[in-house]
């Protein structure tokens, strides 16, 4: 197993920036593909982005291509998500995961992610 711990989140003004991190530890985060997954209040866990083990592909959910970066640096056992031009809608707890697997279809997808962090909350205000 490996173990998951997001920081970075808080109050946020529409248009503005957030830089969430995820700590892993316990195995060899490389080892592992990553993803951001987000959940508001009376709403399902979505999925928001992921990343390759290398690092060298990662995926978007549409409604934050173009805004949202992620990142992973394996020297540190770090995962990233650059948030940009945030808006309301982008309230929710926010969670990283971890999982074995290389198929590019299962990146977006709850259930290809075994390990989770305990979430970290942003709310962006209008």
């Known amino acids: 197993q490996v173990q998951l711990v997001e920081s970075g989140g808080g109050l946020v003004q529409a248009g503005g920036s957030l830089r969430l991190s995820c700590a892993a530890s316990?195995?060899?985060?490389?080892?592992?593909?990553m993803g951001w997954f987000r959940q508001a209040p009376g709403k399902e866990r979505e999925f928001v982005a992921a990343?390759?083990?290398?690092?060298?592909?990662?995926y978007y959910a549409d409604s934050v291509q173009g805004r949202f970066t992620c990142s992973r640096d394996n020297a540190e056992n770090t995962l990233y998500l650059q948030m940009n031009s945030l808006k309301p809608e982008d309230t929710a707890v926010y969670y990283c995961?971890?999982?074995?697997?290389?198929?590019?279809?299962?990146?977006?997808?709850?259930?290809?992610?075994?390990?989770w962090g305990q979430g970290t909350q942003v709310t962006v205000s209008s």
């Open positions: 316990g195995r060899t985060f490389s080892n592992y593909a």
């Open positions: 995961a971890a999982g074995q697997f290389s198929r590019s279809s299962w990146y977006s997808s709850r259930r290809s992610y075994n390990n």
């Open positions: 990343i390759s083990w290398t690092g060298g592909s990662t």
